[in-house]
């Protein structure tokens, strides 16, 4: 079992900056990569943007590339998602979550672990 800990969503204006984080444990050896995904009101839980553990080879959905980076931190088990020039269709419940198998996914089904998540709310 992973347990993974979201923190850092918040309230902002448009324009301004957030860092997410999400921490995590237990058996965490065989994580092949760590995601981050969002759900807004009345949507379909969407790919943001996912890092594969060993190599550190980032991806993004194209609605976020270029404002936001997703890092890693191997000796905190930990996994960030740095959001710049926040836009209010960015609000979501942001959710990290954990693959295991050896390709990258761009669908939560393809992720076997998942945080509570955490709201991030952007207004104009």
């Known amino acids: 079992q992973v347990q993974l800990e979201e923190s850092g969503g918040g309230l902002v204006q448009a324009g301004d900056s957030l860092r997410l984080s999400c921490a995590a444990s237990g058996r965490t050896a065989s994580t092949y990569a760590m995601g981050w995904f969002r759900q807004a009101p009345g949507k379909e839980r969407e790919f943001v943007a996912a890092i594969t553990w060993r190599t550190g080879s980032a991806y993004y959905a194209d609605s976020v590339k270029g404002r936001f980076t997703i890092s890693r931190d191997n000796a905190k088990n930990t996994v960030y998602l740095q959001m710049n020039s926040l836009k209010p269709e960015d609000t979501a419940v942001y959710y990290c979550?954990?693959?295991?198998?050896?390709?990258?996914?761009?669908?939560?089904?393809?992720?076997?672990?998942w945080g509570q998540g955490t709201q991030v709310t952007v207004f104009s």
């Open positions: 979550a954990v693959d295991r198998t050896i390709r990258l996914s761009y669908v939560p089904a393809g992720y076997d672990y």
